[in-house]
Each structure stands twice: as C-alpha cells, then as structure tokens.
C-alpha cells in the first residue's frame, strides 16, 4: 500500500507540474520578454489555478471516503449527499444576500450550507439506510438546494446574479486569485487532517457500529466529526470553485481497490486519486476550441455519469445474484 | 477473590432493568431467553455499546473508561449480524479485532476455523455461515478476558455448532477468560457451566444447565414445557393461570 502511494503520489507530482505549465509556449515567450512578468503569470495566474484543482481533488476524494465509511455505502459522496448543493446555496446567499466579498467568510458560508444539508440527510435517512433511502434522500436535499439557490438568484439584488454566478457555480478553476485559494485550501488541509486520524474508527465500522461502540469509538460523535470535517472541506471548495460532480465518489472506489477494501485506510489514496483526476480533468478543458471556456465540472459529470451508472448496476447484480 | 466480570446496575431504557451480574474465570455461560427477551441488550450493555447507568469492569478495569487500544483485551463483542458492506480480505478482517498486528495470530485463527483457503477472499463474498466464522476469529484475535458473543451458532451447520462449542471450551481453558454466548437451542446446553434465562429485560433465572432445563422459569419463559417425547408447547390455559 505504501509503494502505491509513493507511486500515485510521484504521478500528481508531475501531473501537477504539467497543469501548471501548460500551455508551455506563451509561458517561454513571455520570459523572453519580460522575466518578471512571465514569473508573475506562473504564481498569481497559474498556480492558484494548479492548487485549486489538486486541493479540490482531494478533499473530494478523502471526504467522499469519509462519507461512504461513516453510510456504510459506497454510494454516498459529496455531491450524491446533496453537500455540494448545500455548499452552493450557503455561497449564494453569502455573496449576493450579504454582499460579502472576502474569500474566507464566504467559505464559512459554504461550509454552513453542506453542514446543512449533510446533517438534513442524517435526520430523513440516518446512519445505517438501504442504499434507496440514502440515495432518495440525498436526490432530494440536492434538488431543494439546487431549487433555493436558483430563487435566491433570480431574486439577488443584483440583476447580473444569474449570469455571473455561471461561470463560478458550474466548477471552474478560471480566474482564481492566491488569496481565494487559499481561503479555500487552508481550512480544507485543516479539516483533512483532523479525518485522517479517524482512519482507524472508520476502519472499524466495517466489523459494525456495535462492534466500534464496543472498542470505545461512539458511532454517533464519528458522525458529527465526519460531517462536521466534511461540511468544512467541501463548503470551502465549493464557495471558491462551485460543485463538481463524481470525482468525490469514483475515487474512494478505486482507492478501496488500494487499501484492501478497508474503508478507512481508503482515506489518503482517495486523496491522491482524486487530486490526479481532478487535475487531469482540469488539464483536458483546455483542449476546448480556442475563445471557449468548459467549465471542469461539466466535464466530470459527462464522464462520471456512465462510470456511476456502472457502479449501481454492478452493485444491483451482486445483489440479486 | 474478585470476580473476572462486575456489573453493577446494568441498564438500557425500555429494554434492560437494572441488572447486576459476576462472573468467575475460565467460565461459558449460556445466555438463553424468548425474543425480546432482553439477550441482545444485556450483551451490548456489559460491552458499553449501549448503557443507560451502572458500570462494567473487568478484571479490575472500568470498560466505560477504558481506552480504545485497551479495550480489546479486557472484551470482545461479536454482534448477532452477518452483514459486511465492504470488501475487506477475511485475513484482513480477522487482524482489524487485533489493537497491534500479529500475523502468527491470524494464521493460528484462520487454521483453528478452517479458514486458511478463505483467506484472501473479500468476506462480502462468503456464505453466511463462512462469514460467522471470520466474525468469530475477530472476537477471539485479542484473547480478551471476556467474551460476549451474540448467537454465534446461528448460520452454521452441525459440524460447526460442535467444533465452535469445542473451540470456546479450549480457549476457556487456555487463556482463563470467560464466555457469555446467546443461543436459542436449549438442546446446546449441557456444553456450558451455567445459564442464565433473560425474560421481560431482566434475568430471571441463574442456574447450571440441569437445574435451568428442570425449571419453572425456562418453561414459563418460553412458554414450553418437557413431555414424554421431548419439548412442546404448553397448553394455552397452563400460559394464563402461570403468574
């Protein structure tokens, strides 16, 4: 496990280098010129940019495979929870009801909102749900968010509300500054650090929450830490950069495929994959025809979609067979 | 001599009166009892699962506030569900009861149940029964001083109710821990040195096996009663006129 963490590791690495890199031509050009100027461009263009996508990645991916230890389903995610939703509706009303324009207020917004909405789906469906209940649930608290967040723009003081929250709303990493990433990364870290030492309780909630209750971990305080983290994480993200889709559910997968399926010891190769995928993502929108922006969630969720498809019906035949 | 096990004042709201209980070493002790009865509760009560006042301790060490690494050695719990959501690696599962890695262990266990050509399959791809035995190499991986093992011969087949029985008799002995294991089948009682009959969320009776399946208590609890040709059910006026 530790030799394929090394490797995914060194594989962001030098994903990341590429991403901050790319395109390479104008980059050389501009150092020809103006070497100041070109150095500039790398920092306060480009790298929020690269930071912004690996971090994101990651706390997708962690979070996600905190949320599908604390369900006991490898469905739940950031976003099939509705917390990316919620996030979005707490971003909304922060900056467009509050006006408020300083990066790390607006994510205690976002954080609020997936607090919101993950601690909504613990009361409809609880810890320990059928699939159908979590999945319902989470539609649900998605579709009210989504619905609360288009009526909040519609009837934002600020008539550009609607067009202007597009570009920020549909996940985009275009045009964020140091100071937006890092209002967004920072509580992140904080937040993944603080679940990463809970790898070993979520360990043990696969033997069942009994059987946790009895090492001395309380399934119910797991919990609200595991929400609470994952509110913090995902809200921040999600006021920089809006929701982005299936990267938070895919990569617990394939990181459980790492880790022996124990959900716990899943947390950091989930990290790791969902950085790499996110990057990755982020790298193939700049093919788009010149003078077109893709927003990089759109394109997760185009190549998400049949990828979850897939899962559910793999999981459908394994219980029916 | 103080007792391996103590519990004083036991309780779970609505299922569990308070219950106090000792037990010795090197003990198995059979817990038995209608449905509903409160078996389940009163095991997840002396594994501080669930308790609603009172204490546990354990060979002179409170459970309550005993730390996680800790907990292992002082008890097990093996819960009455089969159910695995993840697919972790029977091995793998057997060392997740183990608080430090001990792969010697693991192997002793996996050839004690018969489990050595399981071994690497994801235990969400086992049968029940195979399942209930990697559940029970789990609870016994930490040699803890106290068992509570909720219906451990339940999906498995005679062989295994046998070898099972003969296996927690061994690590009795062995180790001097002690046993408590709920079983429905009244006809397993003889392999245990005492029972104890729960009904209506308390104990109602405490007696070694003979003078339990001789009692009043067991066949008012179950509602059954010993004739010529085994068990069978009392006769309804008998259930009405009981206390």
């Given at each position: 496990m530790s030799r394929s963490g090394a490797f995914l590791s060194l594989a962001l690495l030098l994903l990341a280098a590429l991403?901050?890199?790319?395109?390479?031509?104008?980059?050389?050009?501009?150092?020809?010129?103006?070497?100041?100027?070109?150095?500039?461009?790398?920092?306060?263009?480009?790298?929020?940019?690269?930071?912004?996508?690996?971090?994101?990645?990651?706390?997708?991916?962690?979070?996600?495979?905190?949320?599908?230890?604390?369900?006991?389903?490898?469905?739940?995610?950031?976003?099939?929870?509705?917390?990316?939703?919620?996030?979005?509706?707490?971003?909304?009303?922060?900056?467009?009801?509050?006006?408020?324009?300083?990066?790390?207020?607006?994510?205690?917004?976002?954080?609020?909102?997936?607090?919101?909405?993950?601690?909504?789906?613990?009361?409809?469906?609880?810890?320990?749900?059928?699939?159908?209940?979590?999945?319902?649930?989470?539609?649900?608290?998605?579709?009210?968010?989504?619905?609360?967040?288009?009526?909040?723009?519609?009837?934002?003081?600020?008539?550009?509300?609607?067009?202007?929250?597009?570009?920020?709303?549909?996940?985009?990493?275009?045009?964020?500054?140091?100071?937006?990433?890092?209002?967004?990364?920072?509580?992140?870290?904080?937040?993944?650090?603080?679940?990463?030492?809970?790898?070993?309780?979520?360990?043990?909630?696969?033997?069942?929450?009994?059987?946790?209750?009895?090492?001395?971990?309380?399934?119910?305080?797991?919990?609200?830490?595991?929400?609470?983290?994952?509110?913090?994480?995902?809200?921040?993200?999600?006021?920089?950069?809006?929701?982005?889709?299936?990267?938070?559910?895919?990569?617990?997968?394939?990181?459980?495929?790492?880790?022996?399926?124990?959900?716990?010891?899943?947390?950091?190769?989930?990290?790791?994959?969902?950085?790499i995928l996110l990057v990755l993502a982020d790298l193939a929108v700049r093919l788009a025809p010149a003078g077109r922006v893709i927003p990089v969630g759109i394109l997760t969720t185009v190549v998400g979609t049949p990828l979850f498809i897939w899962l559910v019906v793999g999981m459908r035949r394994r219980l029916t067979s | 001599m103080t007792p391996l096990l103590e519990a004083r004042d036991v309780a779970i709201g609505g299922r569990l009166q308070a219950t106090d209980l000792e037990i010795g070493s090197s003990a198995m002790i059979a817990l038995i009892g209608p449905n509903g009865g409160g078996k389940t509760s009163l095991l997840r009560a002396l594994a501080a699962v669930e308790m609603d006042g009172g204490s546990v301790v354990v060979d002179g060490e409170d459970i309550a506030s005993a730390a996680p690494a800790r907990r292992p050695h002082l008890l097990t719990f093996l819960p009455a569900s089969r159910d695995a959501v993840w697919p972790i690696r029977a091995r793998a599962m057997i060392e997740l009861g183990l608080a430090n890695s001990d792969p010697q262990r693991v192997d002793r266990l996996l050839e004690e149940l018969e489990l050595v050509d399981l071994a690497n399959r994801p235990i969400n791809r086992l049968s029940t029964g195979e399942r209930a035995r990697v559940l029970l190499a789990r609870a016994l991986a930490p040699c803890p001083r106290i068992l509570l093992l909720d219906e451990p011969l339940s999906n498995l087949d005679p062989y295994w109710v046998l070898r099972t029985l003969q296996l927690l008799r061994e690590t009795v002995r062995k180790t001097r821990c002690s046993a408590i294991v709920s079983l429905h089948d009244i006809d397993r009682l003889q392999s245990f040195d005492r029972v104890l009959l729960a009904s209506s969320g308390r104990i109602v009776a405490d007696l070694p096996p003979d003078a339990m399946l001789a009692s009043r208590e067991l066949a008012h609890s179950f509602r059954i009663e010993m004739g010529e040709g085994g068990w069978r059910v009392s006769p309804p006026a008998d259930r009405r006129s009981s206390p």
């Amino acid at each position: 496990m530790s030799r394929s963490g090394a490797f995914l590791s060194l594989a962001l690495l030098l994903l990341a280098a590429l991403h901050l890199t790319t395109p390479l031509g104008p980059l050389l050009e501009l150092r020809r010129a103006d070497p100041a100027l070109a150095s500039l461009l790398l920092t306060e263009l480009r790298l929020p940019r690269t930071l912004l996508a690996a971090g994101y990645g990651a706390v997708l991916g962690m979070t996600g495979a905190a949320l599908q230890a604390m369900f006991a389903n490898p469905l739940a995610s950031p976003d099939i929870t509705g917390s990316s939703s919620g996030a979005a509706l707490g971003a909304v009303l922060g900056a467009y009801w509050f006006e408020i324009a300083d990066p790390l207020a607006l994510a205690g917004f976002g954080a609020g909102g997936a607090g919101l909405a993950l601690a909504g789906l613990l009361l409809l469906a609880g810890r320990r749900s059928d699939t159908a209940t979590l999945l319902l649930a989470g539609v649900a608290i998605a579709l009210a968010a989504g619905a609360a967040t288009s009526l909040l723009l519609a009837l934002a003081p600020s008539p550009f509300a609607f067009y202007d929250s597009f570009d920020w709303l549909m996940g985009s990493f275009v045009d964020r500054s140091l100071p937006q990433a890092a209002a967004a990364l920072v509580p992140a870290a904080l937040a993944c650090a603080l679940l990463v030492r809970r790898a070993r309780a979520l360990d043990l909630l696969a033997l069942g929450e009994d059987v946790a209750a009895s090492l001395g971990y309380q399934p119910r305080g797991l919990a609200l830490e595991v929400v609470a983290l994952s509110a913090v994480a995902v809200g921040a993200c999600v006021s920089v950069c809006g929701a982005i889709g299936f990267v938070g559910l895919l990569a617990p997968y394939a990181a459980r495929r790492i880790s022996g399926g124990h959900p716990g010891r899943a947390l950091v190769p989930a990290a790791l994959i969902g950085a790499i995928l996110l990057v990755l993502a982020d790298l193939a929108v700049r093919l788009a025809p010149a003078g077109r922006v893709i927003p990089v969630g759109i394109l997760t969720t185009v190549v998400g979609t049949p990828l979850f498809i897939w899962l559910v019906v793999g999981m459908r035949r394994r219980l029916t067979s | 001599m103080t007792p391996l096990l103590e519990a004083r004042d036991v309780a779970i709201g609505g299922r569990l009166q308070a219950t106090d209980l000792e037990i010795g070493s090197s003990a198995m002790i059979a817990l038995i009892g209608p449905n509903g009865g409160g078996k389940t509760s009163l095991l997840r009560a002396l594994a501080a699962v669930e308790m609603d006042g009172g204490s546990v301790v354990v060979d002179g060490e409170d459970i309550a506030s005993a730390a996680p690494a800790r907990r292992p050695h002082l008890l097990t719990f093996l819960p009455a569900s089969r159910d695995a959501v993840w697919p972790i690696r029977a091995r793998a599962m057997i060392e997740l009861g183990l608080a430090n890695s001990d792969p010697q262990r693991v192997d002793r266990l996996l050839e004690e149940l018969e489990l050595v050509d399981l071994a690497n399959r994801p235990i969400n791809r086992l049968s029940t029964g195979e399942r209930a035995r990697v559940l029970l190499a789990r609870a016994l991986a930490p040699c803890p001083r106290i068992l509570l093992l909720d219906e451990p011969l339940s999906n498995l087949d005679p062989y295994w109710v046998l070898r099972t029985l003969q296996l927690l008799r061994e690590t009795v002995r062995k180790t001097r821990c002690s046993a408590i294991v709920s079983l429905h089948d009244i006809d397993r009682l003889q392999s245990f040195d005492r029972v104890l009959l729960a009904s209506s969320g308390r104990i109602v009776a405490d007696l070694p096996p003979d003078a339990m399946l001789a009692s009043r208590e067991l066949a008012h609890s179950f509602r059954i009663e010993m004739g010529e040709g085994g068990w069978r059910v009392s006769p309804p006026a008998d259930r009405r006129s009981s206390p």
